[in-house]
């Protein structure tokens, strides 16, 4: 299983920002494909940007473009996920995601790790 492990959360107002990050788990990140997704109290999970292995391409859910933008460090093996103006319809777990597949689906995701507990409030 390719488990990433997700960490950064916390508390922020709304308008603010913040950076979460997952790391890979027992391998590195290479040619996989990450994506990141979230799911609020309540809800299904959603996704919220996908890097596509295959191309290079980050695309974003229509609901967060804009404001995130996600990022890979191959050196450190390390997934970003920068939030800026957030909301508190953003609150949520956050989780990375990675797949072998080179242009994957937003349902080729399947494995999840514990996540990281993102919460927009005053």
């Known amino acids: 299983q390719l488990q990433m492990k997700e960490s950064g959360g916390g508390l922020v107002q709304p308008g603010g920002s913040l950076q979460i990050s997952c790391t890979p788990s027992?391998?590195?990140?290479?040619?996989?494909?990450i994506a990141w997704f979230r799911q609020a109290p309540g809800k299904e999970r959603e996704g919220v940007a996908l890097?596509?292995?295959?191309?290079?391409?980050?695309s974003y859910k229509d609901y967060v473009k804009g404001r995130f933008t996600m990022s890979l460090d191959n050196a450190t093996d390390t997934v970003y996920l920068q939030m800026d103006d957030l909301k508190p319809e953003a609150s949520a777990v956050y989780y990375c995601?990675?797949?072998?597949?080179?242009?994957?689906?937003?349902?080729?995701?399947?494995?999840w790790g514990q996540g990281t507990q993102v919460t927009v409030s005053s």
């Open positions: 890097f596509t292995g295959g191309t290079g391409g980050i």
């Open positions: 995601s990675a797949s072998r597949l080179l242009q994957p689906f937003w349902s080729d995701f399947d494995c």
């Open positions: 027992g391998f590195k990140l290479g040619l996989y494909s």
